[in-house]
């Protein structure tokens, strides 16, 4: 039976149809495809960006009350890490998993507070809670840093 499409051009020079043909289009068709959401929609926003936002939100709201604080450095990281047996605090044998931590500034280097992100959004359920619960771990940390109380540094601390 005769194929009514005719073969394509030089295919009688080129007789070897193992060679890979360049690809122009994924195999649907459809061309590269673009971002699922647009920036502008929450959708885009990771769940460690969002929680970036959480920590520096409840930090401008405290820096309004402490201008001191503009000389803390404040991050963010996946979880704490352990430290070597026989040092105090976490370690491999404790049950107690720290959300956040202070580490002072030493040889003129700023006072630094870490939030651990995976911790904190392990024992909340949404964002509201995660928003609470991020701003009571920068106001402790705050307080421990300032030597205060924490109903002293945020005089809404406990009451949300």
Known sequence: MDSPVPPPAGAEENPSPTEPRPRRRDRHGRGMRGPIAPPQVPLSVSRADAFVDLVHDSVERLERRWPQLSEVEFSV????????EGDEGFGPDEDVVPLGSLLSGEDGSRDRIVIYRRPVE???KNREE?????????????AELLGLAPESVDPRYGQD
């Open 130 to 142: 995660r928003a609470l619960l991020v701003h009571e771990v920068v106001v402790e940390q705050v």
């Open 122 to 124: 392990i024992r909340t």
């Open 77 to 84: 990281r996946e979880v704490p890490r352990p430290l070597p």
